[in-house]
């Protein structure tokens, strides 16, 4: 029998505040039989997390395109490569491109905040769904509901971590989030009983492998999802299947 097709859909890959080049990166998803990765920047080199007094500059700017340029550089000839643009409160929409797999949109209850008032908020979010770019959004419990119930009710949203840092996957449950269409979910380090709630809850079509290395590992990952009772169908749902047709919306909608 052919082996699993696997996805690793969010991974973080940089060489500038930390030291997780891709040749690190590389070795652990061989390791993992993985054939194509999710590769998002680091957040040491989008803002600096622990100020919450944080202030935006050009020289945070460009460290956000260097970042951008060794993602989009980078080619590998065995596995594909989807990088990620990741934003920040400049909402450099100018800088979005047909090359990027997806929007990373990211900070925690104790880092600096996003301007959701800033016009440019909204001209970044008009950028992302006419070239169908699928955003992992990692956020407080409000701030989830606000972008998704009010802020970019259209856009396709990843939840990662089921939800375990936008609030808890309980708590989103409770509120209907995973009932929504557009709305998605990872399995990043997420725990066993809340992968399989949500599969006997809401199916395996919305539900993307995800090992957020270095925080997880992509062998240790795999093997957890492919111990849990799932159908074969259910399986290359979730490790493939539903991020390459994420992949494909994407790619009509930028060449409409």
Known sequence: MAPLSCIDSHLHCG????????EMVRSRLLAAGITGAGLIPPVEDIYD???????????????????HRYLLALQDPALTLYPYFFVWND??????????????????????????????????????????????????????????QELAPTATVIIPHLGMLNGGYRRLKASGIWDLPQVYADTALAGSAEITDYVRNFGAARLLFGSDYPFGDPVAEREKLL????????????LAENWLRLQAARQSAAGR
């Open 91 to 148: 909402f450099a929409w100018e800088d979005l491109r047909e090359d990027y797999a997806a929007v990373k949109w990211h900070r925690h209850d104790d880092e600096p905040e996003y301007r959701y008032d800033d016009p440019r908020c909204r001209e970044f979010l008009a950028k992302a769904l006419d070239l169908g770019l699928p955003i992992l959004l990692e956020e407080s419990l409000s701030n989830t509901l606000f972008f998704i």
């Open 227 to 238: 111990s849990l009772a799932l159908s074969a169908a259910e399986r290359r749902a979730i």
């Open 49 to 67: 997390r622990y100020d919450r007094a944080f202030v935006d500059s050009p020289t945070w700017q460009e460290c956000r395109r260097r970042a």
């Open 15 to 22: 060489v500038q505040h930390v030291a997780w080049p891709w």
